[in-house]
């Protein structure tokens, strides 16, 4: 694989070697706690970038759009938006990330983990009546939300 790859915390933390440009975003760089990843991260000589507001703002309405908003990070949007940014490979174990990548046409690099196998929207519902909505409570019966996956082909 070569060109740009924008790569997730898991890559400098499970120590995966990449062909490639690598590029992350600083927040990421803050998430390396041991000297280990610090130190692949600078021995692959990693471009450390922060992301564009516009493309933030794009991956914000993508990850919404496909309900995995809460699920994401400062540091996942972040380099979700640099990976929309470079057209880059996204570099990932994160299935909230990759729902979204896939969501948006990039292409994935697994680090330990298969990539996933379909494209999924998260749903919302009320686990009295199981009315799908959006919020902290059925706007029906104030009953707080639960989590579904629900299958759903972007394309």
């Known amino acids: ?23 992350t975003v600083p927040s990421v760089e803050r998430e390396l706690k041991d000297l280990r990843s610090k130190s692949l991260l ?8 922060w992301p564009s507001k516009e493309f933030l703002a794009r991956i914000k309405m993508a990850a919404k759009e496909t309900g995995d908003l809460p699920y994401l990070s400062n540091a996942d949007q972040e380099v979700l938006a640099k990976a929309m940014e470079y057209d880059a490979v996204l570099a990932t ?54 989590n579904k996956k629900k299958r759903r082909c972007f394309r």
């Not at 009320?126 to 409570?137: I, L, T, Y």
Request: with cysteine; proline share 6%; glycine share 8%.
């Open 1 to 23: 694989m070569a060109g740009y790859i924008v790569a997730d915390s898991s890559v400098f933390i499970l120590g995966k070697r990449l062909e490639g440009e690598l590029i």
């Open 42 to 49: 600078d021995i692959c000589r990693v471009r450390v970038e």
């Open 93 to 146: 174990d994160d299935y909230a990330l990759q729902n979204v990548a896939l969501h948006l046409g990039l292409r994935i690099e697994p680090i330990g983990q298969p990539v996933i196998k379909r494209q999924r929207r998260r749903v919302q519902r009320c686990s009295a009546c199981n009315a799908p909505f959006e919020g902290d409570a059925c706007p029906d019966c104030g009953t707080p939300a639960w």
